[in-house]
Nanobody, 127 residues
Framework: QVQLLESGGGSVETGGSLRLSCAAS????????MAWFRQAPGREREWVAS???????RYADSVKGRFAVSLDFADKSLSLQMNSLKREDTAMYYC?????????????????????WGQGTQVTVSS
C-alpha cells in the first residue's frame, strides 16, 4: 500500500500559476505509475496527467501545453506545475499511484487502474 499526501492547492486568478506536490510513502516496485486526477463539483473524476518509472509523461488534451508533470525518482514525489490557469481548471486535485505497473496509455487514464489515492487538494481559479 502506498500513502499519498497532496499539497500546494489554493486560489488564483485566471492566467495564474500553481504548483501541486504529492509525497509518496510505502512500497513502490521497480515499475509504477503515478497520476493526477481532478474532480469538479457535479462532474466525474477525470485524468489530468501521468508519469511512471520510465519518465514517459502523458497529458489530457484539456491541459496539454499548460500543465507539466514531473517525478522525483529519489523520493518518488510527484509534482504538477499548472500555468495559464482557466476557470474550468477549478476542481479538487488528487494524486494516485499504481505501485506495480508502468503507465499504460488507455489504461492509466482511468481511475479504476489506481488503488492508492491521496485526500485531494483544492484548486480554485477565478476571474
Amino acid at each position: 500500500q502506498v500513502q499519498l499526501l497532496e499539497s500546494g492547492g489554493g486560489s488564483v486568478e485566471t492566467g495564474g500559476s500553481l504548483r501541486l506536490s504529492c509525497a509518496a510513502s510505502g512500497y513502490l516496485s521497480d515499475r509504477y505509475c503515478m497520476a493526477w486526477f481532478r474532480q469538479a463539483p457535479g462532474r466525474e473524476r477525470e485524468w489530468v496527467a501521468s508519469v511512471g518509472n520510465d519518465d514517459y509523461k502523458r497529458y489530457a488534451d484539456s491541459v496539454k501545453g499548460r500543465f507539466a508533470v514531473s517525478l522525483d525518482f529519489a523520493d518518488k514525489s510527484l509534482s504538477l506545475q499548472m500555468n495559464s490557469l482557466k476557470r474550468e481548471d477549478t476542481a479538487m486535485y488528487y494524486c494516485a499511484a499504481d505501485p506495480r505497473r508502468t503507465c499504460w496509455p488507455g489504461v492509466h487514464d482511468h481511475q479504476s487502474s489506481f488503488d492508492s489515492w491521496g485526500q485531494g487538494t483544492q484548486v480554485t481559479v477565478s476571474s
